[in-house]
């Protein structure tokens, strides 16, 4: 995907972005799953990435962490941060071809984000002790980690599906 | 040279991100300004979400909880009249208590003013107990000031905006209350424990008189954060290892958090 694709796919992609931010905030936060909220802000950036755009991955990834971060108490840039490292690490498998949704099997993509779910909760954890705050453990950590592989696993062909059609608006247009 | 190109292109971004972030971290003012322009940006994007979801859920929500909402609109009337008839029964009392707080300068906090407010959104996080407020700086809420519901201490203001403000729930990971008991002798420190957890206190000392059961209440200590007698939470659990010399406690909030629609923001600051 040349600079100009990945161009014309930024309008697109933060669009979606902001359409699963306000998901994230008005549904999801009061859809609590055992208590836990699923984190979409971090499954999308991490779908895109998927498709192995890695610089429309990371926009994504900023957009969605930062404007999620607004509006919460917790240390600023905790969850783009986070967001920011599953978009790159999902990019590096994208490229490689590793989840792609029709050549790989198809419990490859759900495991992938299964396993970025499980680990999302816990890498927030560790950063938010870097930043000095030592009681984000205190939460049920293994709780969210659960909850959030279960429900990344579930929501992962859909998010991507949706992550290939926003990146590949670039494409067409570029054609 | 391509794969070159993006890569470096990837790594620019996201040093200039983490760049971003750091600079917005340590300055609190644009931090501010950040919130209030990202709100801006979101609120056309949730109004629309909101619009499409609110309904759907009500309808589905409608049709499977009917019954549950009829008896627990029920069971809400008979507490209603039973809290109305507590009520009636304790105002000499309380006129007493009054009288009483007034003469020693002590802060009651049944005569200090409150805002009623409405709660808009829940915190969308796993890692911080908190909830959004319908009134802000314009209705006099500031920073630091208490706000209880639901028969007990339900947190304090942590942020404000003209129209708005956020509440730090007594159970945030972040959150700690001085609190006494029964004589109002001893004083323990309860914190939170996560959005679910309730709250605990640790390191008791055993000598300190206290079983499941027992209500505790704001302490109101020079310089503490809260009026005195706010209830807070009731001891679930007594917990003792064995060979030490203090023992932790599980506590459950007074106020029912999990049910939070309107909430009084006490009109008091907190003492230098």
Known sequence: ????????????????????????????????????????????????????????????????????????????????????????????????????????????????????????????????TFALNFNLWRGSVLSMMIVNAVAFFLLARPMTRLARVVSNVGERVHR | MATDRSKRRAWTLGVVAVAILTVLALTGGVLSGLRSVANLAVTPFNWTVNEVARPLGHLFAGAINY????????????????????????????????????????????????????????????????????????????????????????????????????????????????????????????????????MSATSVPLATPIAPGTSLATNGLNGGLYPPGLPVAKVAQVALTPGAATYNLTLRPSADLRQLQYLDVVLWEPTA
């Open chain 2, 67 to 198: 019954s549950d909402v009829v008896s627990q609109n029920q069971k809400l009337r008979y507490e209603l009249g039973q809290a109305e008839l507590k009520s009636n029964e304790n105002w000499p009392l309380e006129r007493q208590l009054q009288q009483i707080s007034t003469s020693l300068n002590v802060p009651y906090v049944g005569s200090l003013p409150t805002v009623a407010v409405q709660v808009t959104t829940l915190s969308p996080t796993n890692f911080a107990a908190t909830v959004q407020i319908s009134k802000g700086r314009d209705s006099g809420i500031l920073v630091g000031m208490p706000v209880v519901a639901n028969g007990g201490l339900v947190g304090s203001i942590v942020a404000t905006t003209p129209h708005g403000a956020t509440v730090r729930l007594i159970t945030d990971v972040n959150s700690s209350v001085g609190v006494t008991f029964g004589d109002g002798k001893t004083s323990l420190v309860v914190s939170g424990r996560g959005v679910n957890n309730g």
């Open chain 1, 1 to 128: 995907m040349g600079a100009n694709c990945v161009r014309r796919a930024l309008v697109p992609a933060v669009v979606v972005t902001f359409l699963v931010l306000a998901v994230q905030l008005t549904v999801l936060s009061s859809l609590r799953i055992g208590g836990v909220v699923v984190m979409l802000v971090w499954l999308w950036p991490f779908a895109v990435g998927l498709t192995g755009y890695t610089s429309l991955a990371l926009v994504t990834a900023l957009v969605s962490g930062v404007f999620f971060d607004t509006h919460t108490t917790t240390p600023f840039g905790l969850t783009a941060l986070v967001a920011l490292v599953l978009a790159y690490a999902a990019s590096r498998l994208g490229r490689e071809g590793v989840g792609d949704l029709d050549s790989a099997a198809w419990w490859v993509t759900p495991v992938l984000a299964a396993v970025a779910g499980f680990f999302a909760p816990l890498l927030y954890v560790a950063a938010g």
